[in-house]
């Protein structure tokens, strides 16, 4: 079984950066499609970045923010700089065995593995 629990949530400051991280247990990191989602209050789930099993980060990743695995560690991070206001949001990552097409990364149908999420709050 497949299980994921995220971390590095809290409060920051407009404009610093914050890493979150992804520990996955039941299966390597390596293995498996990986993706990162938030959702804010009253809003729907949205995508922000995805990750294949290998040839690197070929999803559409936003601009101020980065998807990687360590592998050492059987993690995925998601670095998040230059922070706003509208990024607040509870963060969950998702992840699959399978080999979906880059297309295919933004959509939460893609992923049967999903994390509790974790709260970033960005305020002054």
């Known amino acids: 079984q497949v299980q994921l629990v995220e971390s590095g949530g809290g409060w920051v400051q407009p404009g610093n950066s914050l890493t979150l991280s992804c520990a996955a247990s039941?299966?390597?990191?390596?293995?498996?499609?990986v993706a990162w989602f938030r959702q804010a209050p009253g809003k729907e789930r949205e995508f922000v970045a995805g990750l294949k099993k290998t040839g690197g980060p070929t999803s559409s990743v936003r601009g101020r923010f980065t998807i990687s695995r360590d592998k050492a560690k059987n993690i995925v991070n998601l670095r998040m700089s230059n922070l706003e206001a509208e990024d607040t949001a509870v963060y969950y990552c998702?992840?699959?065995?399978?080999?979906?097409?880059?297309?295919?990364?933004?959509?939460?149908?893609?992923?049967?593995?999903w994390g509790q999420g974790t709260q970033v709050t960005v305020s002054s």
């Open positions: 039941g299966r390597t990191i390596s293995t498996l499609a």
């Open positions: 998702a992840a699959d065995t399978g080999n979906p097409i880059t297309s295919s990364l933004s959509l939460a149908s893609t992923y049967e593995h």
